[in-house]
Protein backbone atom coordinates (compact mmCIF):
# COMPACT_ATOMS: atom_id res chain seq x y z
CA UNK A 1 0.00 0.00 0.00
CA UNK A 2 1.13 3.38 -1.14
CA UNK A 3 1.07 6.62 2.14
CA UNK A 4 -2.26 8.11 0.38
CA UNK A 5 -3.79 4.14 0.95
CA UNK A 6 -2.53 3.87 4.21
CA UNK A 7 -3.81 7.72 5.05
CA UNK A 8 -7.58 6.53 3.78
CA UNK A 9 -7.96 4.24 5.69
CA UNK A 10 -6.83 5.54 9.21
CA UNK A 11 -9.11 6.86 11.31
CA UNK A 12 -10.86 10.19 10.93
CA UNK A 13 -9.34 12.35 13.72
CA UNK A 14 -9.35 15.95 15.10
CA UNK A 15 -7.52 17.23 12.14
CA UNK A 16 -9.67 15.91 9.29
CA UNK A 17 -12.87 17.29 11.78
CA UNK A 18 -10.82 20.68 11.58
CA UNK A 19 -10.02 20.35 7.61
CA UNK A 20 -13.87 19.78 7.27
CA UNK A 21 -14.86 22.93 8.95
CA UNK A 22 -12.61 24.92 7.01
CA UNK A 23 -14.20 23.85 3.95
CA UNK A 24 -17.58 24.02 5.69
CA UNK A 25 -16.42 28.25 6.62
CA UNK A 26 -15.10 28.41 2.88
CA UNK A 27 -18.16 27.23 1.28
CA UNK A 28 -20.47 29.28 3.80
CA UNK A 29 -18.53 33.10 2.58
CA UNK A 30 -17.96 31.63 -1.10
CA UNK A 31 -21.63 30.30 -1.85
CA UNK A 32 -24.36 31.52 1.05
CA UNK A 33 -27.55 30.52 1.05
CA UNK A 34 -29.76 33.14 -0.42
CA UNK A 35 -31.12 35.36 2.40
CA UNK A 36 -34.77 34.20 3.61
CA UNK A 37 -34.47 31.00 2.11
CA UNK A 38 -35.32 28.63 4.88
CA UNK A 39 -38.19 30.93 6.17
CA UNK A 40 -39.53 30.98 2.54
CA UNK A 41 -39.58 27.31 2.62
CA UNK A 42 -41.10 26.64 6.28
CA UNK A 43 -43.76 28.98 5.14
CA UNK A 44 -44.40 26.84 1.60
CA UNK A 45 -44.35 23.92 3.53
CA UNK A 46 -46.94 25.01 6.72
CA UNK A 47 -49.39 25.89 3.86
CA UNK A 48 -48.71 22.75 1.97
CA UNK A 49 -49.01 20.82 4.93
CA UNK A 50 -52.55 22.58 6.25
CA UNK A 51 -54.00 22.51 2.91
CA UNK A 52 -53.52 18.42 2.75
CA UNK A 53 -54.60 18.15 6.41
CA UNK A 54 -57.45 20.18 5.11
CA UNK A 55 -57.73 17.63 2.21
CA UNK A 56 -57.96 14.60 4.37
CA UNK A 57 -60.04 15.81 6.59
CA UNK A 58 -62.65 16.62 3.84
CA UNK A 59 -62.08 12.89 2.13
CA UNK A 60 -62.89 11.46 5.14
CA UNK A 61 -66.06 13.13 6.14
CA UNK A 62 -67.52 12.56 2.82
CA UNK A 63 -66.62 8.63 3.20
CA UNK A 64 -68.48 8.97 6.39
CA UNK B 1 -12.84 32.93 14.32
CA UNK B 2 -15.92 31.85 12.16
CA UNK B 3 -19.56 32.25 13.77
CA UNK B 4 -20.47 28.95 12.04
CA UNK B 5 -22.97 26.69 14.09
CA UNK B 6 -21.50 23.25 14.68
CA UNK B 7 -23.55 21.06 12.81
CA UNK B 8 -25.91 17.90 14.38
CA UNK B 9 -26.58 14.67 13.58
CA UNK B 10 -29.06 14.56 10.56
CA UNK B 11 -30.31 11.68 10.42
CA UNK B 12 -31.19 11.30 13.97
CA UNK B 13 -32.72 15.50 13.80
CA UNK B 14 -34.70 14.41 10.32
CA UNK B 15 -36.16 10.94 11.39
CA UNK B 16 -37.74 12.54 15.16
CA UNK B 17 -38.86 15.81 13.47
CA UNK B 18 -40.41 13.75 10.77
CA UNK B 19 -41.80 11.20 12.70
CA UNK B 20 -43.51 14.17 15.12
CA UNK B 21 -44.46 15.66 12.15
CA UNK B 22 -46.81 12.40 10.46
CA UNK B 23 -47.94 12.61 14.36
CA UNK B 24 -49.51 15.59 14.27
CA UNK B 25 -46.81 17.74 16.06
CA UNK B 26 -44.81 20.17 13.94
CA UNK B 27 -42.95 21.45 16.54
CA UNK B 28 -39.24 20.33 15.27
CA UNK B 29 -39.55 20.86 11.51
CA UNK B 30 -38.14 24.67 11.69
CA UNK B 31 -35.18 23.27 13.26
CA UNK B 32 -35.26 20.21 10.74
CA UNK B 33 -35.54 22.61 7.90
CA UNK B 34 -32.74 25.41 8.56
CA UNK B 35 -30.01 21.95 9.27
CA UNK B 36 -30.85 20.20 6.65
CA UNK B 37 -31.32 23.06 3.72
CA UNK B 38 -27.63 23.99 4.07
CA UNK B 39 -26.76 20.23 2.57
CA UNK B 40 -29.47 20.22 0.22
CA UNK B 41 -28.08 23.36 -1.33
CA UNK B 42 -24.81 22.28 -1.60
CA UNK B 43 -26.13 18.90 -3.48
CA UNK B 44 -27.83 21.06 -5.81
CA UNK B 45 -25.27 23.16 -6.47
CA UNK B 46 -22.65 21.25 -6.58
CA UNK B 47 -24.13 19.81 -9.52
CA UNK B 48 -23.50 23.40 -11.34
CA UNK B 49 -27.09 24.27 -10.83
CA UNK B 50 -27.50 28.92 -11.11
CA UNK B 51 -28.35 29.67 -7.75
CA UNK B 52 -31.77 30.44 -8.82
CA UNK B 53 -32.32 26.73 -10.01
CA UNK B 54 -30.95 25.67 -7.05
CA UNK B 55 -33.19 27.81 -4.67
CA UNK B 56 -36.14 25.82 -7.02
CA UNK B 57 -35.02 22.45 -6.02
CA UNK B 58 -34.40 22.82 -2.74
CA UNK B 59 -37.51 24.48 -1.80
CA UNK B 60 -39.33 22.19 -4.26
CA UNK B 61 -37.95 18.89 -2.72
CA UNK B 62 -38.84 19.88 0.92
CA UNK B 63 -42.95 20.32 -0.58
CA UNK B 64 -42.26 17.18 -2.08
CA UNK B 65 -41.39 15.50 1.13
CA UNK B 66 -44.80 16.93 2.61
CA UNK B 67 -46.47 15.47 -0.27
CA UNK B 68 -44.95 12.19 0.29
CA UNK B 69 -44.61 12.12 4.47
CA UNK B 70 -47.33 9.37 4.31
CA UNK B 71 -45.04 7.12 1.93
CA UNK B 72 -42.03 6.84 3.45
CA UNK B 73 -42.15 3.77 5.48
CA UNK B 74 -38.34 4.54 7.70
CA UNK B 75 -38.32 7.95 9.37
CA UNK B 76 -34.23 7.42 9.45
CA UNK B 77 -34.08 6.98 5.72
CA UNK B 78 -35.58 10.45 5.23
CA UNK B 79 -32.47 12.22 4.98
CA UNK B 80 -31.24 10.40 2.36
CA UNK B 81 -34.68 10.64 0.42
CA UNK B 82 -33.84 14.57 0.67
CA UNK B 83 -31.06 14.40 -0.76
CA UNK B 84 -31.59 11.59 -3.33
CA UNK B 85 -34.54 13.93 -4.56
CA UNK B 86 -32.33 16.81 -4.85
CA UNK B 87 -29.33 15.24 -6.39
CA UNK B 88 -31.96 13.62 -9.16
CA UNK B 89 -33.83 16.51 -10.01
CA UNK B 90 -30.37 18.57 -9.72
CA UNK B 91 -29.09 16.11 -12.02
CA UNK B 92 -32.12 16.41 -14.64
CA UNK B 93 -31.71 20.07 -14.86
CA UNK B 94 -27.94 20.64 -14.97
CA UNK B 95 -28.28 18.10 -18.38
CA UNK B 96 -30.51 21.45 -19.70
CA UNK B 97 -28.75 24.01 -18.41
CA UNK B 98 -26.05 25.75 -20.10
CA UNK B 99 -22.39 26.33 -18.52
CA UNK B 100 -23.49 29.64 -18.33
CA UNK B 101 -25.07 29.08 -15.56
CA UNK B 102 -23.00 26.82 -13.68
CA UNK B 103 -21.07 28.22 -10.09
CA UNK B 104 -18.47 30.81 -11.22
CA UNK B 105 -15.14 30.16 -10.60
CA UNK B 106 -12.84 31.87 -8.20
CA UNK B 107 -10.15 33.19 -9.99
CA UNK B 108 -6.71 31.88 -10.40
CA UNK B 109 -4.56 34.36 -8.39
CA UNK B 110 -2.17 35.14 -11.08
CA UNK B 111 -1.55 38.56 -10.05
CA UNK B 112 -1.46 40.41 -7.10
CA UNK B 113 -5.07 41.89 -7.99
CA UNK B 114 -6.31 38.64 -8.50
CA UNK B 115 -5.15 37.51 -5.63
CA UNK B 116 -7.25 40.47 -3.84
CA UNK B 117 -10.04 39.60 -5.12
CA UNK B 118 -9.84 36.00 -4.44
CA UNK B 119 -8.92 36.69 -0.70
CA UNK B 120 -12.12 39.30 -0.63
CA UNK B 121 -14.53 36.63 -1.69
CA UNK B 122 -13.53 33.99 0.80
CA UNK B 123 -12.68 36.11 3.60
CA UNK B 124 -9.32 35.04 4.60
CA UNK B 125 -5.72 34.08 3.36
CA UNK B 126 -6.06 30.77 4.28
CA UNK B 127 -9.47 30.22 2.59
CA UNK B 128 -7.72 30.70 -0.81
CA UNK B 129 -5.03 28.37 -0.03
CA UNK B 130 -8.01 25.79 0.82
CA UNK B 131 -9.67 26.29 -2.58
CA UNK B 132 -6.46 26.05 -4.46
CA UNK B 133 -6.01 22.35 -2.51
CA UNK B 134 -10.09 21.83 -3.10
CA UNK B 135 -9.32 22.56 -7.09
CA UNK B 136 -6.62 19.52 -7.53
CA UNK B 137 -9.33 16.87 -6.09
CA UNK B 138 -11.26 15.21 -8.80
CA UNK B 139 -14.85 16.64 -9.27
CA UNK B 140 -16.27 13.64 -7.50
CA UNK B 141 -14.19 14.07 -4.92
CA UNK B 142 -14.88 18.09 -4.40
CA UNK B 143 -18.56 17.08 -4.64
CA UNK B 144 -18.08 14.63 -1.52
CA UNK B 145 -16.29 16.99 0.49
CA UNK B 146 -18.33 20.15 -0.12
CA UNK B 147 -21.63 18.19 1.11
CA UNK B 148 -20.23 16.12 3.75
CA UNK B 149 -18.36 19.50 5.17
CA UNK B 150 -22.24 20.77 6.36
CA UNK B 151 -22.74 17.52 7.88
CA UNK B 152 -21.40 15.69 11.85
CA UNK B 153 -19.72 12.47 12.13
CA UNK B 154 -22.17 10.40 12.61
CA UNK B 155 -24.02 11.55 9.17
CA UNK B 156 -20.88 11.04 7.17
CA UNK B 157 -21.04 7.66 5.42
CA UNK B 158 -25.35 8.21 5.03
CA UNK B 159 -24.62 10.98 2.79
CA UNK B 160 -21.89 9.82 0.58
CA UNK B 161 -24.06 6.40 0.14
CA UNK B 162 -27.10 9.21 -0.71
CA UNK B 163 -24.29 11.01 -3.45
CA UNK B 164 -24.07 7.61 -4.97
CA UNK B 165 -20.56 7.09 -2.95
CA UNK B 166 -19.13 3.65 -2.30
CA UNK B 167 -19.04 2.74 0.93
CA UNK B 168 -15.71 3.45 2.35
CA UNK B 169 -16.09 6.88 1.07
CA UNK B 170 -15.65 8.26 4.30
CA UNK B 171 -16.67 7.85 7.97
CA UNK B 172 -15.33 5.92 10.08
CA UNK B 173 -12.13 6.12 8.17
CA UNK B 174 -10.97 9.42 5.49
CA UNK B 175 -11.72 7.68 2.69
CA UNK B 176 -9.78 9.03 -0.14
CA UNK B 177 -10.95 12.35 -1.17
CA UNK B 178 -10.03 13.49 2.54
CA UNK B 179 -6.89 11.80 2.46
CA UNK B 180 -5.81 13.22 -0.61
CA UNK B 181 -6.95 16.59 0.30
CA UNK B 182 -4.92 16.60 3.46
CA UNK B 183 -2.36 14.96 2.30
CA UNK B 184 -2.04 17.75 -0.31
CA UNK B 185 -2.90 20.66 2.30
CA UNK B 186 0.14 18.85 4.83
CA UNK B 187 2.90 19.54 1.91
CA UNK B 188 2.09 23.49 1.66
CA UNK B 189 3.93 25.39 3.81
CA UNK B 190 0.85 27.90 3.35
CA UNK B 191 -1.13 25.94 4.81
CA UNK B 192 -0.77 26.75 8.23
CA UNK B 193 -4.57 27.05 10.19
CA UNK B 194 -5.75 24.65 13.24
CA UNK B 195 -2.63 22.71 13.57
CA UNK B 196 -4.18 20.12 10.90
CA UNK B 197 -0.86 18.86 10.12
Known amino acids: MNDLEDLAQGPMDQNDIEILGSLREMWDAVDPLPEGLTDRIQFAMSVASSSRRKWRGLSRNRRH | ?197
Open chain 2, 1 to 197: MSTVERPVDLVDLAATAFASYRNGDSLRMPEFVERVTPVLWHVARGQSLSRTAAEDVVQQTWLRLIENAQRISDPRGVLKWLMTTTRRESWRLAQRASRENAVPDIPEPATPEAQSVVNQVLGAEEHAVLWRHVRGLSERCQYLLRVIAFADKPDYAAIAAALGMPLGSIGPTRGRCLASLRSSLMADPAFEYGGAR
